[in-house]
């Protein structure tokens, strides 16, 4: 008989090796189904890249959802994966084909069927997690499906190094635009620079200190970035217009209005303008549950934060409970070289088998 190692290795390997960058998810979606259907376990399909199986509505028992995303980042040349000293390497592995490959396995070994289990098991599938949060696939599912919002616990299965993390950051994206005069180069006194200009609020904002902010026990890093910047006409212009991308990240607590209020005064420099093109809104930490202090337990681990953004969020926002915890080591996910362990994946599988079976 196959090793449940070995199962969960070659789960995940065809997941990473059937390609699903966001917006081009389908062919990863069939397979989960392919996969499921083959083991007689019954999927439900959900509409615009989603997918439930096993038991999604509340009943009895307390119900635990499992959830993630089968989309990825843009591959690197890493698919196809590969198997390689107990790590199964290549586009998503840990972020997040691993953790999908211990759900479908928990289904497909019937946990969720067992008769003497403490608690109903359900799946929830979804694409588009790596957009900009307004292209979202999961907040319309909990929409079009409210009995998922019934849950009892959402495990958001975002890389965790298998340890819990509550609650997530929110993360607000903007464009910072200058303006200024255009002019020829030889004589830019008659001109205005609008680079000079951005250069000169880029580095106000670049002396914002990081702030750290307890909330529910846990802390958090609030903190702002320019990631991208833009300008010029050519070689011999002073440019009239530049433009920057700022992204913040704050934490639980801060209500998405008051961060865009905050951003806005760090941006405010005369002659510019900061449009929010973006603004997912952060997660609540909801640790202090008998399903989530036992996953807690179990996981060996203390509870950390979640110095990210997760649909932690978006199952708050619906009024579910929901944590983080899966098998991908965050120090891989969107790295050329990604990879999970197989022995990280065997752990998750585990850990979560034996709170569907006792609850605690």
Same mark, same amino acid.
């Given at each position: 008989?196959?090793?449940? +190692?070995?199962?969960?290795?070659? =789960?995940?390997?065809?997941?990473?090796?059937?390609?699903?960058?966001?917006?081009?998810?389908?062919?990863?979606?069939?397979?989960?189904?392919?996969?499921?259907?083959? +083991?007689?376990?019954?999927?439900?399909?959900?509409?615009?890249?989603?997918?439930?199986?096993?038991?999604?509505?509340?009943? /009895?028992?307390?119900?635990?959802?499992?959830?993630?995303?089968?989309?990825?980042?843009?591959?690197?040349?890493?698919?196809?994966?590969?198997?390689?000293?107990?790590?199964?390497?290549?586009?998503?592995?840990?972020?997040?084909?691993?953790?999908?490959?211990?759900?479908?396995?928990?289904?497909?070994?019937?946990?969720?069927?067992?008769? !003497?289990?403490?608690?109903?098991?359900?799946?929830?599938?979804?694409?588009?997690?790596?957009?900009?949060?307004?292209?979202?696939?999961?907040?319309?599912?909990?929409?079009?499906?409210?009995?998922?919002?019934?849950?009892?616990?959402?495990?958001?299965?975002?890389?965790?190094?298998?340890?819990? #993390?509550?609650?997530?950051?929110?993360?607000?994206?903007?464009?910072?635009?200058?303006?200024?005069?255009?002019?020829?180069?030889?004589?830019?006194?008659?001109?205005?620079?609008?680079?000079?200009?951005?250069?000169? @609020?880029?580095?106000?904002?670049? #002396?914002?200190p990081v702030h750290r902010h307890e909330f529910h026990g846990l802390t958090y890093a609030e903190c702002v970035s320019?990631?991208?910047?833009? @300008?010029?006409?050519? !070689?011999?212009?002073?440019?009239?217009?530049?433009?920057?991308?700022?992204?913040?990240?704050?934490?639980?607590?801060?209500?998405?209005?008051?961060?865009?209020?905050?951003?806005?005064?760090?941006?405010?420099?005369?002659? =510019?303008?900061?449009?929010?093109?973006?603004?997912?809104?952060?997660?609540?930490?909801?640790?202090?549950?008998?399903?989530? #202090?036992?996953?807690?337990?179990?996981?060996?681990?203390?509870?950390?934060?979640?110095?990210?953004?997760?649909?932690?969020?978006?199952?708050?926002?619906?009024?579910?409970?929901?944590?983080? %915890?899966?098998?991908?080591?965050?120090?891989?996910?969107?790295?050329?070289?990604? #990879?999970?362990?197989?022995?990280?994946?065997?752990?998750? %599988? /585990?850990?979560?088998?034996?709170?569907?079976?006792?609850?605690?």
């Open positions: 008989m196959t090793s449940l +190692a070995d199962r969960l290795a070659a =789960s995940t390997l065809q997941l990473v090796d059937c390609p699903s960058e966001s917006r081009h998810e389908e062919p990863a979606i069939a397979l989960a189904q392919a996969l499921l259907f083959e +083991a007689g376990v019954e999927t439900h399909d959900a509409h615009d890249t989603c997918l439930t199986a096993g038991t999604t509505v509340r009943g /009895e028992r307390p119900l635990i959802l499992l959830a993630g995303h089968l989309d990825t980042v843009p591959e690197q040349g890493n698919r196809p994966g590969r198997i390689a000293d107990g790590v199964v390497h290549g586009l998503g592995a840990c972020d997040m084909k691993g953790a999908c490959a211990v759900m479908l396995e928990l289904l497909r070994d019937g946990v969720h069927q067992r008769p !003497d289990r403490a608690c109903d098991l359900g799946v929830v599938l979804f694409g588009r997690e790596e957009l900009p949060f307004r292209e979202t696939a999961l907040t319309p599912l909990l929409e079009r499906e409210p009995a998922l919002r019934d849950a009892d616990l959402v495990v958001v299965m975002e890389p965790t190094a298998n340890g819990v #993390q509550g609650g997530c950051l929110g993360n607000l994206n903007a464009t910072w635009s200058f303006h200024g005069t255009a002019a020829h180069s030889a004589r830019p006194w008659l001109g205005s620079n609008a680079i000079h200009r951005a250069a000169a @609020g880029i580095a106000h904002l670049a #002396q914002v320019v990631t991208r910047i833009a @300008g010029g006409v050519a !070689d011999n212009v002073v440019p009239d217009r530049a433009e920057a991308h700022v992204n913040y990240r704050y934490p639980p607590g801060i209500p998405p209005e008051a961060a865009e209020s905050q951003l806005r005064a760090w941006c405010s420099a005369t002659d =510019s303008e900061l449009t929010i093109v973006g603004n997912a809104p952060s997660g609540a930490v909801t640790i202090d549950g008998p399903l989530a #202090q036992a996953l807690i337990a179990r996981s060996g681990r203390d509870v950390t934060p979640k110095q990210a953004w997760t649909p932690v969020a978006e199952f708050g926002l619906a009024g579910t409970p929901a944590i983080n %915890y899966g098998p991908g080591d965050p120090a891989f996910a969107h790295k050329r070289d990604e #990879q999970v362990a197989v022995a990280a994946l065997v752990e998750s %599988y /585990e850990t979560l088998a034996a709170l569907v079976a006792t609850g605690s």
